[in-house]
């Protein structure tokens, strides 16, 4: 069995299996097997971590491949919703904004440091958390017409919002500080 291998990478694969259905699911209005297929891989993204350490099972490729598959989900999710008119494209677009500056931080550090690894920040841990309860909520608002739903909807928007310009700065800070450092500023 290849090194690589291992229940936590597996479940990780899972989760990248079920996009496309899940995408199709939102797509022809299948709102019960949308909800459980998005709640189902956003609990698979914190068993997989804290199994891999439980298991002692923690690998290079599920550390590259952990934060790929998130970040993919978020995007089809956030994509296929705002497609649907259930999500503003704004949110969308700040999110795809903050992932993209973390990228370019992260490709930048790789070229000009002796960086490697680059674990999440508390802050991107709960900007994840805080997508993962919205995408739940919003599929949750497909299901029902109940008005505290929808008011839930509206606070976590701005919450996500919030939560992604703030782990955006703070991964900016941090990147801003090791480039000075490597600079000798």
């Known amino acids: 069995m290849p090194q690589w291998w291992s229940i936590p990478n597996a479940l ?6 079920c996009i496309p259905f899940l995408v199709r699911a939102v797509l022809d ?19 997989d971590g804290w199994l891999a350490r439980r298991l002692n099972q923690v690998t290079a490729a ?6 790929v598959a998130d970040k993919i989900l978020m995007g089809a999710v956030y994509i296929v919703l705002a497609v649907t008119g259930r999500a503003p494209w704004w949110l969308v677009g700040l999110i795809f904004g903050r992932d993209a500056l973390i990228l ?28 993962s309860v919205l995408g739940v909520s919003l599929l ?3 299901l029902t017409s109940a008005a505290f739903v929808d008011w839930f909807c509206s606070i ?15 991964y900016a800070w941090a990147g801003g500080r090791y480039m000075m450092k490597k600079e000798g500023l």
Do not use: C
């Open 12 to 17: 990780t694969i899972l989760r990248l299996g």
């Open 29 to 47: 209005e299948r709102h019960a097997l949308a909800l459980g297929l998005f709640f189902a891989a956003a609990v698979t993204d914190g068993v």
């Open 62 to 67: 599920g550390a590259y491949l952990d934060p």
């Open 104 to 131: 370019l931080g992260a490709g930048l550090m790789l070229l000009v440091g002796k960086v490697r690894r680059f674990p999440p920040s508390i802050w991107g841990k709960l900007s994840t958390l805080s997508q």
């Open 140 to 142: 949750i608002r497909n």
């Open 156 to 170: 976590m928007i701005w919450v996500v919002a919030a939560a992604a310009v703030w782990s955006g700065v703070q």
